[in-house]
């Protein structure tokens, strides 16, 4: 299977436990996007990577998040101190370089805090 | 910063009805990008509008691009039961960040 892989796939804690969550993108694609999605709506950029540099972070985005790309190829999303607030699909997705490219999303990692 | 408002928020017609979905942006837009959602699925790409005033079709699917670059819109004709799912439609703000819309539900009663 060459698209976009996510791990875990569920993950459910205890609110004030540390979570980490993995995106494996497609091989050649150079950036990796995460994104949050609700439940009745579209979703919402949190985080984008070219290659291993983070170039842009919402501005809603709590300093509990963090997103890391070391060597270019998987990223990791860590929430620290979750809350329940922070239940949701955590998607990745990944695109070429250059330009508007479509973007092939991972089958998500549905994240409920208790 | 910038919005993109679907509607209808949900839309149930029967198999063999047309449907359409609507799409507006706060601002312009350089492009406009169209995903389909299925119960319990992730999105996946369906097409890419640039040009103002584009007219593309996938089959029985017509998605248009409006002349001020701010709406768009997908037609389905003849629905099938296939066609289930959530389309949303997104626009760069800047950079490749996407913004979406909340999606549009559509069933399909057989």
């Known amino acids: 299977d060459t698209g976009v892989s996510q791990d875990p796939r569920h993950k459910i804690t205890k609110r004030g436990q540390n979570v980490t969550f993995r995106c494996d993108p497609i091989s050649e694609h150079n950036r990796l996007y995460w994104y949050r999605q609700t439940l009745g709506q579209g979703p919402e950029f949190l985080t984008y990577?070219?290659?291993?540099?983070?170039?842009?972070k919402s501005r809603l985005l709590s300093d509990r998040f963090s997103a890391e790309r070391p060597k270019g190829s998987f990223s990791t999303l860590e929430i620290q101190r979750t809350e329940q607030g922070d239940s949701a699909m955590y998607l990745c997705?990944?695109?070429?370089?250059?330009?508007?490219?479509?973007?092939?999303f991972g089958p998500g990692t549905r994240l409920t805090v208790l | 910063g910038q919005q993109v408002m679907q509607i209808p928020q949900y839309q149930h017609v029967q198999e063999g009805e047309d449907f359409t979905t609507y799409c507006n942006s706060s601002?312009?837009?350089?492009?406009i990008q169209w995903y389909k959602q299925r119960p319990g699925g992730h999105p996946v790409f369906l097409i890419q509008?640039?040009?103002?005033?584009e007219v593309k079709k996938q089959k029985r699917l017509t998605f248009q691009f409006g002349e001020a670059k701010k709406n768009s819109s997908l037609h389905i004709t003849a629905t099938q039961t296939t066609d289930v799912g959530t389309y949303f439609c997104a626009g760069p703000e800047y950079g490749n960040k996407l913004v979406f819309g909340a999606g549009t539900i559509l069933r399909v009663k057989s």
């Open positions: 990577f070219q290659n291993e540099a983070q170039l842009e």
């Open positions: 601002t312009t837009l350089s492009n």
């Open positions: 509008l640039v040009k103002s005033g």
């Open positions: 997705a990944s695109s070429l370089d250059g330009g508007y490219n479509e973007q092939f």
